[in-house]
Each structure stands twice: as structure tokens, then as C-alpha cells.
Nanobody
Framework: QVQLVESGGGSVQAGGSLRLSCAAS????????MGWFRQAPGNQRELVAA???????NYADSVKGRFTISRDNAKNTLYLQMNSLKPEDTAVYYC????????WGQGTQVTVSS
């Protein structure tokens, strides 16, 4: 059974930075496309960034140029570097394969104040 554990969230002011981590256990995920997703109150969960097993990346327009997704296959860990944060980035952030194959983790809360 795959377990995904997100961490690194917090409360920052607009313009600040955070680095999220997603540690996977139970299966090696190096062959999967992995993604970071977020869900704000009242909104549907959305994909914000994805990375292939070979390191090719793709971003939602709303985060392009500010967020960077990366992975360390040896550690079975996914990262999201978030810079120039905006209040509209406030959400719970989750990781999973893309498309989603496994149960969602608990997520990590990111709160950006103006």
C-alpha cells in the first residue's frame, strides 16, 4: 500500500517562499508521472505542476515562473519550490501520481497573507 506524506507548508507573507516535500513509501514511484495538486476552500482540487520520470516538467499558468517541481528518485521524494507566493496560492497541497492512482495523503496547508 502506497503512503504519501506531504510536509513543508506554513504561513508566509506575500512574496515569500516555501519548499514542499512529498515522501512516498510502499512502492517506488520513479516510473510514474508525479504531480502536485492543491485545493482551496470551495474549489476543486487542481493540478499545479507535474514531472515525468525523466524530469520533464509542466506547470499551470497560474504558477509558471514561480514554482519549480523536482524529484529525487533515489529518495522516492517529490518537491515543490514555491517562490513569489501570492494570497491566491493559499490552499492545501497534495502530491500523487498523474493521473491519480493512489489514495490522497493528508496534504500540507499553505497560507499566504497579503
Amino acid at each position: 500500500q502506497v503512503q504519501l506524506v506531504e510536509s513543508g507548508g506554513g504561513s508566509v507573507q506575500a512574496g515569500g517562499s516555501l519548499r514542499l516535500s512529498c515522501a512516498a513509501s510502499g512502492r517506488t514511484l520513479s516510473a510514474y508521472v508525479m504531480g502536485w495538486f492543491r485545493q482551496a476552500p470551495g474549489n476543486q482540487r487542481e493540478l499545479v505542476a507535474a514531472i515525468t520520470s525523466g524530469g520533464r516538467t509542466n506547470y499551470a499558468d497560474s504558477v509558471k515562473g514561480r514554482f519549480t517541481i523536482s524529484r529525487d528518485n533515489a529518495k522516492n521524494t517529490l518537491y515543490l519550490q514555491m517562490n513569489s507566493l501570492k494570497p491566491e496560492d493559499t490552499a492545501v497541497y497534495y502530491c500523487n501520481t498523474h493521473p491519480r492512482f493512489f489514495d490522497w495523503g493528508q496534504g500540507t496547508q499553505v497560507t499566504v497573507s497579503s
